[in-house]
């Protein structure tokens, strides 16, 4: 047997144009892409303002348990743990791998904001403590330097006890020059004051001996006075040099400085204002 010369059967073969239908496969896959792109936009938008609304109540917690955690020394390395936490679990929540890494690197840097707030809070409750200590401190040195019971030597060491202890806390920052003033007023020049008063308290005719009429004379009183209150010899003339030099040692002295300063030591403003509270309560 044998076959045909050919298997074409002499038609004419109709010949189609193939690119119109080509275009459409294409476009219809545009179509698909451009609809997938939407959905992962629409996810990617839901997921971040998840992740946004976690990570803010998060952080916002941290802090608000670091407002009353009495560890302050501490908060420089617990915050960023927890805080690193929060970011983390925020990040979760985005489904695309890309998006989640650009969004994470982002909200690290919300996360180190906080970390700083913090830490620097902190420092600050760390410091206000040191205070309140340097103060309870200080105030031990005092009440044994007002104490007329208490030693000449340990009336000497409290005091410079005292004025050690506030040189070195200005010198390393604990106190600011304003705040080292303060202190020193209250701790030094009213502790002077306070001691006088309980001097003047166990025996009140210290203040009702008349004082004799020339000045040499009511500076070895003056001298007298303070040395037997616990000062030394050297302590007490200068003191008593001092209120020389601003009356004679006359309490009637004409007020100075234009009416504003007045008695043995030209005192003014707060100063003559509580001596003469404590003289009208004498």
């Given at each position: ?5 050919s298997?074409?059967?002499?038609r ?17 896959g ?5 609809i997938?792109?939407?959905i ?8 971040i303002?998840?992740?946004?609304a976690?990570k803010?109540?998060?952080l916002?917690?941290v802090q608000?348990e ?8 501490t908060f ?6 927890k805080?690193?936490?929060v ?9 695309d791998?890309?998006m ?5 690197l ?5 996360a ?6 913090i ?11 040191d205070v309140?200590?340097?103060d309870?401190?200080l105030?031990v ?10 030693s000449?030597?340990?009336k000497k060491k409290?005091r410079?006890d ?5 040189a070195t806390?200005e010198?390393t ?5 304003e ?5 020193r ?21 210290i203040?009702?001996r ?7 004379g ?9 040395m ?8 007490a ?6 209120l020389i030099a601003?009356?004679?040692l ?16 030209q005192?003014r403003g707060?100063?003559?204002t ?7 309560a004498?």
């Amino acid at each position: 047997l044998s076959g045909a010369s050919s298997m074409r059967s002499g038609r004419a073969i109709a010949s189609y144009d193939t690119t119109a239908i080509g275009r459409g496969i294409s476009a219809a896959g545009d179509a698909i892409s451009g609809i997938g792109a939407q959905i992962r936009e629409r996810d990617n938008a839901l997921d971040i303002a998840r992740a946004e609304a976690y990570k803010t109540k998060g952080l916002l917690d941290v802090q608000n348990e670091f407002d009353v955690d009495p560890d302050y020394s501490t908060f420089g390395k617990r915050a960023p743990v927890k805080t690193g936490e929060v970011v983390k679990n925020a990040a979760n929540l985005i489904r695309d791998p890309n998006m989640r890494q650009r969004w994470f690197l982002g909200a690290q840097n919300d996360a180190a904001r906080y970390n700083d707030s913090i830490h620097d809070r902190g420092v600050t409750l760390g410091r206000q403590a040191d205070v309140v200590a340097l103060d309870d401190a200080l105030e031990v040195n005092r009440r044994i330097y007002v104490d007329p019971d208490t030693s000449d030597d340990v009336k000497k060491k409290a005091r410079a006890d005292i004025e050690g202890t506030l040189a070195t806390a200005e010198a390393t920052g604990l106190l600011t020059p304003e705040g080292a003033n303060a202190f020193r007023k209250k701790y030094v020049e009213d502790a002077d004051y306070s001691r006088g008063e309980l001097a003047v308290q166990r025996d009140p005719n210290i203040i009702s001996r008349p004082l004799p009429q020339n000045v040499a004379g009511r500076a070895g009183a003056a001298m007298a006075f303070y040395m037997g209150r616990g000062y030394t010899k050297e302590q007490a003339a200068g003191i008593v040099g001092n209120l020389i030099a601003e009356s004679n040692l006359n309490p009637t002295v004409a007020p100075g400085d234009n009416g504003t300063a007045f008695g043995v030591g030209q005192w003014r403003g707060e100063r003559v204002t509580r001596l003469k509270r404590f003289a009208a309560a004498s």
